[in-house]
């Protein structure tokens, strides 16, 4: 099953980039200088862009494939699935609503700068959660239920995507 490593190993890569993005936003909300219109501010809407372009443009199309080859397999492994479908919805309202908070602060409005951090590390944890579900449990049943055939054909679709993102990084 060499393409069932190839793929979990770029999908390991990927999940250890998410996780250092995710600590750099939590880093960033350490300091309370990210709380009024400035430098810090600006950094933090940085971090969480990068986490966002990384997860959209990267991470999120090569799970396309696996997710698909996976869904209507077994009720165990569709329910896993609803939940990180669930989990990942709910990560970009959590993202969504923040951001819209920060624009607000970075415009010189008044917004809840708890309500911010809160969202922000409430989002970061169900992630963290997230990225270990996909680790462990949806690894063990990809390894149970797909078949090498499968595993090419996946193994395929995440070098394409691979491919298609070192593209346009040129």
Do not use: N
Request: glycine fraction near 8%; include cysteine.
């Amino acid at each position: 099953m060499l393409a069932s490593g190839s793929a979990w190993r770029i999908l390991e890569a990927e999940h250890s980039r998410l996780r250092q993005l995710l600590a750099a936003i939590g880093s960033v909300l350490d300091d309370d200088e990210w709380e009024h219109p400035g430098p810090q501010l600006k950094v933090l809407r940085r971090r969480i862009q990068d986490y966002q372009d990384f997860e959209s443009m990267t991470h999120r199309p090569k799970g396309t494939v696996l997710l698909g080859s996976v869904r209507g397999r077994s009720a165990q492994a569709d329910q896993l699935l609803d939940v990180l479908d669930h989990d990942s919805r709910q990560c970009e309202q959590l993202l969504a609503k923040a951001v819209g908070l920060l624009e607000t602060i970075e415009q010189g409005g008044d917004a809840d700068r708890g309500e911010v951090e809160a969202l922000l590390r409430q989002h970061c944890k169900l992630m963290l959660g997230h990225l270990d579900q996909e680790d462990t449990a949806l690894r063990s049943y990809t390894s149970k239920l797909l078949t090498s055939e499968e595993w090419s054909s996946v193994a395929s679709s995440i070098s394409r995507q691979v491919q298609k993102v070192k593209g346009k990084g040129r």
